[in-house]
């Protein structure tokens, strides 16, 4: 079983930046990133395939988000620019044992703990 650990989070003002990084033990997988606000659902962030060649967001994070990989320390990165009041959440990764990635919760099987990101306006 995968293991995977976020970190970086961290109170931020708007319009900041911030790199939230995701270790996976082992191997390389596609990996997802979600997030989920106080009273809502968790949501889909972005994706990338495990050579790190296609990436795919959500149109909320798109032109802002990026993640990227380096499969050398089995670490995904999230790179948020222009972070919004309405970014706050629990940013979770998770790993795939699919051949691609999804943009659907289910087609995950190890999630991390989470780490908390607070855009403050």
């Known amino acids: 079983q995968v293991q995977l650990v976020e970190s970086g989070g961290r109170l931020v003002q708007a319009g900041g930046s911030l790199r939230l990084s995701c270790a996976a033990s082992?191997?390389?997988?596609?990996m997802g990133w979600f997030r989920q606000a106080p009273g809502k659902e968790r949501e889909f962030v972005g994706a990338i395939s495990s050579s790190g060649l296609r990436t795919t967001y959500a149109d909320s994070v798109k032109g802002r988000f990026t993640i990227s990989r380096d499969n050398a320390r089995y670490t995904v990165y999230l790179q948020m620019n222009s972070l919004k009041p309405e970014d706050t959440a629990v940013y979770y990764c998770?790993?795939?044992?699919?051949?691609?990635?999804?943009?659907?919760?289910?087609?995950?099987?190890?999630w991390g703990q989470g780490t908390q990101v607070t855009v403050s306006s």
């Open positions: 998770a790993a795939s044992s699919a051949l691609t990635y999804s943009t659907t919760e289910r087609d995950y099987d190890a």
């Open positions: 082992g191997r390389t997988y596609p």
